[in-house]
């Protein structure tokens, strides 16, 4: 595996549900992102870690709840989520947590019915 | 609060047919300014980091400018494989302070 990785790639859930997304970096990064991308809307940064420490959250609700156990995997842990949850979630790393030229994996598409 | 707007929301271009797409911002102190491609089922892909007013970035076809009030990317002679939503974000002001546009979808004809 090369780059960044995201499982699964679909995913429908019911509000009730728990699940979690994977991510995983195979280019020695030490900094890692979730983002959310919803039709017609500018992507939505949510969560940063840098050296496994959490050192941004954008007020994400605490319905999604980040762990990033190492350097080279980030999960994203989703509980009782809501319809409008419903969206692209990418996962990026970059080579340290202030740089902007980010590699992002495929994408989780998730629908909350 | 940070406002970045791309334009146009579509472009259709005929193949060779050179074009500029568009990012105009409003921020409080900027530290850079990215551009991105996003394929139809995939994350964004890096493109260029321009950092101040005069800068300019090249890759293939594409090249980024920038002034002090917004950003264009310019597509030379474009072909059908650079079909793509093209994605504009500034960092600026505080640390990790990341504003993404709506993007420009690109279509080429051949």
């Known amino acids: 595996e090369t780059g960044v990785t995201q499982t699964p790639r679909h995913l429908v859930m019911g509000m009730t549900n728990k699940k979690s997304l994977k991510c995983e970096q195979h280019l020695g990064h030490n900094a890692m992102y979730w983002y959310k991308q919803s039709a017609k809307k500018p992507l939505e940064l949510m969560f940063v870690?840098?050296?496994?420490?959490?050192?941004e959250n954008n007020s994400v609700p605490s319905r999604f709840s980040p762990e990033c156990p190492n350097s080279s995997h980030l999960f994203l842990h989703l509980h009782t989520l809501q319809p409008e949850d419903s969206a692209l979630y990418l996962c990026?790393?970059?080579?340290?947590?202030?740089?902007?030229?980010?590699?992002f994996g495929p994408g989780t598409r998730l629908t909350v019915t | 609060e940070d406002q970045v707007t791309q334009s146009p929301e579509a472009l259709r271009l005929q193949e060779g047919e050179s074009s500029s797409l568009n990012c105009s911002y409003t921020v409080s102190g900027l530290r850079g300014l990215f551009w991105y491609r996003q394929d139809p089922g995939k994350g964004p892909e890096f493109l260029f980091t321009?950092?101040?007013a005069g800068e300019e970035k090249e890759k293939e076809r594409l090249k980024a400018t920038l002034t002090k009030k917004e950003s264009f990317l310019h597509i030379t002679a474009p072909k059908p494989e650079d079909s793509a939503t093209y994605l504009c974000a500034v960092l600026s002001g505080g640390y990790q302070k990341v504003t993404f546009g709506t993007g420009t979808k690109l279509q080429v004809i051949p």
């Open positions: 321009l950092y101040s």
């Open positions: 870690y840098n050296f496994k420490e959490q050192t």
């Open positions: 990026a790393s970059s080579i340290k947590d202030n740089s902007y030229e980010q590699y």
